[in-house]
């Protein structure tokens, strides 16, 4: 996997330790802690208690054009255990060789664990980057994770400016807590009530529900659906899941969050934001929208996906996840 920037790098590990907490079904803790002594240099530390890291998940990782003495060494410090481990296992990562066999996987001094059964992973990496473009980019991530809904993980991040005393911030994301429902409860419908916390919340930048443009339970009209390949030579039977939320907001709306003609469509790929891919880009050109009283006058992929309407409703927002 080609990484071009440091943003990149520190979303691709969330992401990573995102999936080790789901895959434990455990209630989980994730934390992402940005610490900077100086200026000049940035601390990175992203922990997580899912499951154990499987080292092999570093070994693709091309990282080569962000890779300097000025800028960052290429070094990984990873931490990990899985439950049915004695130990707490260290390695130092080196990801300054292009070549993945060629790695350098350096393996430090245990710990033991005297008999406790936990599990979890931590990465740590210093870089010279600025903080303040790095935290938007994790906190817009996050946001979007809490899309999904995923009940049993907790996410933290915390930023402490070392250079400035009295700086230390935390931020807390958790899934929506007005219809959390059992675990067993199916992806659509955590993605459904995510993205009617999502639309609530306008974009999930409030703490709670906006009771001004949001005033009856009756103003969102939410619509869901799940379609699978069949099995080929080309799939082995994907799964896809959409929701479409239409909401009605109030006229004398003073939020920022204005209603418009364009739909940005929130793309997860193995449960992470990613760039939507081209088959779904085509599928969403195709598709019959008249049928469903909407008219779609482009198509627009600038990184982003957004769906431009002709003739929308008034005072109407359409949200696709």
């Not at 130990?87 to 080196?94: A, L, M």
């Not at 929506?176 to 009530?193: A, D, I, M, Q, Y």
Request: proline share 3%; net charge negative.
């Amino acid at each position: 996997m080609e990484i071009s920037s440091t943003s990149n790098l520190c979303l691709h590990l969330i992401s990573c330790a995102f999936q080790r907490c789901r895959l434990s079904q455990q209630l989980c803790r994730l934390s992402a802690v940005l610490k900077s002594p100086s200026p000049s240099i940035l601390q990175i530390s992203i922990s997580d208690t899912g499951i154990g890291s499987c080292l092999e998940e570093f070994q693709d990782l091309n990282c080569s054009s962000i890779i300097s003495a000025e800028f960052w060494d290429g070094i990984l410090s990873v931490k990990t255990t899985a439950i049915c481990d004695d130990e707490i296992y260290h390695y130092h990562f080196n990801l300054r060789e292009n070549i993945s066999s060629s790695r350098t996987l350096t393996r430090l001094p245990s710990n033991p664990k005297n008999g406790l059964k936990f599990s979890g992973t931590q990465i740590c990496l210093s870089i010279s980057e600025s903080i303040d473009v790095l935290v938007s980019e994790i906190n817009h991530f996050f946001q979007k994770m809490m899309i999904l809904n995923i009940p049993n993980i907790a996410i933290e991040l915390l930023i402490e400016r070392e250079d400035i005393p009295g700086s230390r911030c935390e931020n807390v994301f958790l899934a929506n807590r007005s219809n959390p429902g059992p675990l067993s409860t199916s992806n659509v419908e955590f993605l459904k009530s995510g993205l009617e916390d999502y639309v609530l919340k306008h974009g999930n930048s409030l703490t709670q529900k906006c009771s001004t443009c949001f005033a009856t339970s009756e103003c969102l009209k939410v619509g869901s659906g799940i379609a699978c390949s069949t099995e080929s030579h080309k799939s082995s039977g994907l799964m896809m899941e959409v929701v479409i939320i239409i909401s009605e907001i109030e006229s004398t709306c003073p939020c920022f969050r204005e209603c418009s003609s364009k739909t940005e469509v929130l793309y997860f790929k193995d449960f992470t934001p990613c760039s939507i891919s081209h088959s779904t880009l085509n599928v969403l050109s195709t598709i019959d929208w008249k049928s469903y009283g909407l008219t779609l006058e482009n198509v627009v992929d600038q990184g982003v996906c957004v769906l431009e309407w002709e003739d929308s409703p008034s005072h109407s927002q359409i949200d696709m996840a």
